[in-house]
């Protein structure tokens, strides 16, 4: 399994970011995907997650209203759409893969540096 993701960069807060990951290697048929997001001096958290084939999502609090997870089985990829961004949601951001029945993720991409500042 192979995870490659793209798309960070330097916002404003208020700005919008949209991250890619694309997945390749297998097919992921009842598998999970996440991004999680670690910030400087901070634990590696769960911002959103979504089921390969009912598309259920999970959202952490802290993003909820304002992140949108979402993922296309023709291209094998899952996109994180980040709208009203702030600087708390500065960090690095992983894209990862779980398998279907576990309760753990075992494949991750690179990360990649999405930067919320004036």
């Known amino acids: 399994v192979q995870l490659q993701a793209s798309g960070g960069g330097s916002v404003q807060p208020g700005g919008y970011l949209r991250l890619s990951c694309a997945a390749s290697g297998r097919t992921f048929t009842n598998w999970k995907m996440g991004w999680f997001r670690q910030a400087p001096g901070k634990d590696r958290e769960l911002a959103a997650s979504?089921?390969?084939?009912?598309?259920?999502?999970y959202y952490t609090d802290a993003v909820k209203g304002r992140f949108t997870i979402s993922r296309d089985g023709a291209q094998n990829t899952v996109t994180l759409e980040m709208n009203n961004l702030r600087p708390e949601d500065t960090a690095i951001y992983y894209c990862a893969a779980s398998r279907g029945g576990s309760n753990s993720y075992a494949y991750w991409g690179q990360g990649t540096q999405v930067t919320v500042s004036n």
């Open positions: 979504i089921t390969w084939n009912l598309g259920t999502t």
